[in-house]
Structure formats: structure tokens, C-alpha cells
């Protein structure tokens, strides 16, 4: 408030501009607009003000090598801000994905290097020999622990610019991770999902480069700050890395 000797704001006025959002589509320029409808119902008595809209986004997405497809919903949050004439776009969002601890995976290999070797003690093996051993369950010494872990980012944008899409943005975080969790699945689906894990093998910090890395070609975002978190499967607490685009 700017004016001192008010005592609050006028609800009323601000509830009649909500009810109307749902008459157009969300777009940063519509909830702008909304905000500067604001503004103006509340003139010297405020210079500033935040809209915020928080849902959950459905996106069909298809499967990895099947034809399969499956809806993955993602929650989102659009904020526009203005003081003092001065106007801020913030888009929020998170993707689950899936981890491979890189330590993990070596002592897995380890292990199977070393029942190997207790299986086949002669010093030629022929090739039959070893495709039967690693197809069998002698091979599965260890396994390499993965866990669900997700990826917190917020965007920033310049209102004077261009907008980027929220899918596209969505997708380039789930692109630079590498291993997305899916929606409808069968089994060459599944089969490929446990490749990619083989091939993005990372730490939590990991991640966060990756994210960092990605964002950082993207011109369409003026700033952004990215909270990654794997929920630990060897251990009992969460692993988390923060990076921002200035760090």
C-alpha cells in the first residue's frame, strides 16, 4: 500500500477481475493483463501486485520405442509481477526423472567381474559360454541402485520479450536429464529406459550441471534457479543441488 492511511485493499474489486480469467486461454499476456486490471481498480493505493496461477499441466506423451502413449501431468506455476511500473514473468515447474548412482554401477560391474571369474576358472571360454552366462541369473551378482528424483525450475522471462512455451521448456529439462520417467510402457519401452539409464549414469550434482548446461543456450530465459533432489534408495535422507544461471 501506498497510501498509508488506507486500511486495506478492496477484495471485491480483485475478486470481479479473477472470475473472468477463465474466458480466455492462459497466456502470460492475458494474466498481464489481468494484473494491470488490477492495478488500475487499486490506483494510489497500490503500485504493485503478483498474480499467481498454480495447476497441473496434462501432456500425452508417447513411449520411448512403442507405439504407446500415455498422459503425464505436470505441475506448473505462472507468475506475473509489476512495482513500481516494472514487470517480471515467472514460470515454475518440476520433472520427475530417474537417477543412476555412477559408484553404484561400478561396484555392480565389480561384483559381476568377480563371480566371472570364480565361474570360469579355465583360461579360454568360448563365446557360447559367456552370452549363456550373462543371459542367466548367475550374471545379476549385483545391480546398480536407481531412484526416482526430481528437478525444481523456476524460469524467468523478460515481458518485453519473447515468451518460450512451457512444453518446450519441459521438454529441454527432460532432454538435458536424459532419463524422464514414463507413461505407458511395454516391454522394449522399458528396455530402452534401462539403456538410457546406463548411458546418464549421475549424481545429484551431476544433474544440475546437465540442467545448467542446457539452460544456459537458451536466450528466451533472462535468469533461472534449479533445485535438483534425488530420493536416496541406499540411503535414509535426500540428496539435493541448487545452481543458478549466475553461479
Given at each position: 500500500?501506498?497510501?498509508?492511511?488506507?486500511?486495506?485493499?478492496?477484495?471485491?474489486?480483485?475478486?470481479?477481475?479473477?472470475?473472468?480469467?477463465?474466458?480466455?486461454?492462459?497466456?502470460?499476456?492475458?494474466?498481464?493483463?489481468?494484473?494491470e486490471e488490477m492495478l488500475v481498480s487499486h490506483e494510489g493505493l497500490s503500485d504493485g501486485g503478483r498474480l499467481q496461477m498454480t495447476f497441473e499441466l496434462p501432456v500425452l506423451r508417447k513411449a520411448l520405442v512403442s507405439q504407446e502413449q500415455g498422459w503425464?501431468?505436470?505441475?506448473?506455476?505462472?507468475?506475473?509481477?509489476?512495482?513500481?511500473?516494472?514487470?517480471?514473468?515467472?514460470?515454475?515447474?518440476?520433472?520427475?526423472?530417474?537417477?543412476?548412482?555412477?559408484?553404484?554401477?561400478?561396484?555392480?560391474?565389480?561384483?559381476?567381474?568377480?563371480?566371472?571369474?570364480?565361474?570360469?576358472?579355465?583360461?579360454?571360454?568360448?563365446?557360447?559360454?559367456?552370452?549363456?552366462?550373462?543371459?542367466?541369473?548367475?550374471?545379476?551378482?549385483?545391480?546398480?541402485?536407481?531412484?526416482?528424483?526430481?528437478?525444481?525450475?523456476?524460469?524467468?522471462?523478460?515481458?518485453?520479450?519473447?515468451?518460450?512455451?512451457?512444453?518446450?521448456?519441459?521438454?529441454?529439462?527432460?532432454?538435458?536429464?536424459?532419463?524422464?520417467?514414463?507413461?505407458?510402457?511395454?516391454?522394449?519401452?522399458?528396455?530402452?529406459?534401462?539403456?538410457?539409464?546406463?548411458?546418464?549414469?549421475?549424481?545429484?550434482?551431476?544433474?544440475?550441471?546437465?540442467?545448467?548446461?542446457?539452460?544456459?543456450?537458451?536466450?528466451?530465459?533472462?535468469?533461472?534457479?534449479?533445485?535438483?533432489?534425488?530420493?536416496?534408495?541406499?540411503?535414509?535422507?535426500?540428496?539435493?543441488?541448487?545452481?543458478?544461471?549466475?553461479?
Amino acid at each position: 500500500l501506498i497510501d498509508k492511511r488506507a486500511r486495506g485493499i478492496h477484495m471485491s474489486r480483485l475478486y470481479k477481475i479473477m472470475n473472468k480469467i477463465h474466458e480466455q486461454e492462459i497466456s502470460w499476456a492475458w494474466l498481464n493483463a489481468c494484473l494491470e486490471e488490477m492495478l488500475v481498480s487499486h490506483e494510489g493505493l497500490s503500485d504493485g501486485g503478483r498474480l499467481q496461477m498454480t495447476f497441473e499441466l496434462p501432456v500425452l506423451r508417447k513411449a520411448l520405442v512403442s507405439q504407446e502413449q500415455g498422459w503425464r501431468n505436470y505441475p506448473v506455476t505462472y507468475r506475473v509481477e509489476s512495482h513500481q511500473g516494472r514487470s517480471l514473468f515467472t514460470l515454475t515447474t518440476k520433472v520427475l526423472y530417474s537417477s543412476t548412482c555412477p559408484c553404484s554401477a561400478g561396484l555392480s560391474r565389480q561384483a559381476i567381474q568377480e563371480k566371472f571369474a570364480r565361474d570360469f576358472k579355465e583360461p579360454v571360454v568360448s563365446l557360447a559360454q559367456v552370452i549363456n552366462w550373462l543371459g542367466g541369473a548367475e550374471a545379476s551378482a549385483a545391480t546398480p541402485h536407481a531412484q526416482r528424483s526430481e528437478a525444481m525450475v523456476e524460469f524467468i522471462f523478460d515481458p518485453h520479450g519473447a515468451t518460450p512455451s512451457t512444453i518446450g521448456l519441459i521438454d529441454e529439462v527432460e532432454t538435458a536429464l536424459g532419463t524422464p520417467v514414463q507413461a505407458a510402457v511395454k516391454r522394449e519401452d522399458e528396455l530402452e529406459f534401462a539403456k538410457r539409464n546406463a548411458r546418464n549414469l549421475m549424481f545429484c550434482e551431476d544433474a544440475a550441471r546437465k540442467l545448467k548446461a542446457a539452460l544456459l543456450k537458451r536466450e528466451d530465459v533472462t535468469d533461472f534457479n534449479i533445485e535438483v533432489r534425488h530420493f536416496e534408495s541406499l540411503h535414509a535422507h535426500d540428496v539435493v543441488a541448487k545452481v543458478r544461471k549466475h553461479d
